[in-house]
């Protein structure tokens, strides 16, 4: 019997853009991070926070509870429509990282879930240093399932292109928040909260299908990877028993304050 080879990833950008084609699946099933790990960025109320790539709003909700005032930026359509279906209480903005519609230094923190990485690395920087105030805090937060554990990838892993050979910008390696000399951003600190959710195998569908690696697949290796991911789900849950899987997670945290 001839393998057939997995696809390859697609284009760095093509991801980028892929997540307003699955806006309404990524509100329902893409985890917020952990509160304990905004309470680390943001250890206490501020007046105006900044929520960069909004995304359709799981970081935003959070940040309305420790802000006063919220500017949700977006750029893509179908994204934004759907956070503003939610009504937050944010300000949303159809705006891209690099070019802020935004007065200097009239924002006290800046946060960015899982978004980091699709932005300029050189730009994104200066420009948030901009509307920054002195002594404001940038946040940067990555939270996915922890597949350091075996059965976590045997999960969610086969059939997904593998990323890590592609040529990728800086700042997107392995989630450092990596700033450029010119930026106001110099002290820095780092931590892995470690947290579990309970997922049904929709809800671990659903995420996988939420990932740009499996957006961007070819519709039948998509519903290919789907599958596999359902059979595996439940065959995990018969030998456990129950309705749910505990499915660690890992939210890797940058805070860094501007000069």
């Known amino acids: ?3 057939r080879d997995e696809p390859g990833p697609a284009p760095f950008a093509q991801r980028a853009r892929s997540f307003g084609s699955v806006a309404e699946l990524y509100a329902r099933f893409r985890p917020a991070p952990p509160d304990e790990a905004v309470d680390w960025i943001l250890p206490g109320q501020c007046d ?3 929520d960069l790539g909004a995304g359709t709003g799981a970081l935003t909700e959070l940040l309305v509870a420790r802000a006063h005032r919220v500017v949700a930026v977006e ?3 179908a994204m934004r429509a759907v956070l503003g279906r939610r009504r937050l209480g944010a300000f949303v903005v159809a705006a891209v990282a690099e070019a802020l519609p935004l007065r200097s230094a009239s924002i006290d923190a800046a946060l960015a879930s899982s978004s980091w990485q699709w932005m ?3 730009k994104t920087p200066i420009e948030v240093g901009r509307v920054l105030r002195p002594g404001g805090v940038l946040g940067l937060l990555w939270n996915h399932a922890d597949r350091s554990r075996k059965w976590v990838e045997d999960l969610l892993g086969p059939g997904l292109p593998d990323v890590e050979s592609e040529a990728r910008r800086p700042q997107s390696q392995r989630h450092r928040a990596q ?3 010119a930026s106001p951003f110099h002290a820095q600190e780092a931590r892995i909260v470690e947290w579990s959710m309970a997922f049904t195998v929709d809800e671990i569908v659903g995420m996988l299908g939420s990932y740009s690696r499996v957006i961007t697949l070819p519709p039948g290796a ?3 990877v789907l599958r596999r991911a359902e059979r595996r789900a439940k065959k995990l849950l018969a030998e456990k028993g129950g309705s749910t899987l505990d499915i660690p997670m890992r939210c890797q945290c940058w805070r860094i304050v501007r000069d």
């Open 1 to 3: 019997m001839a393998v």
């Open 48 to 50: 105006k926070a900044l």
């Open 75 to 77: 750029p893509d359509p």
């Open 120 to 122: 300029h690395p050189d």
């Open 179 to 181: 700033m450029p000399d």
């Open 222 to 224: 998509r519903a290919d």
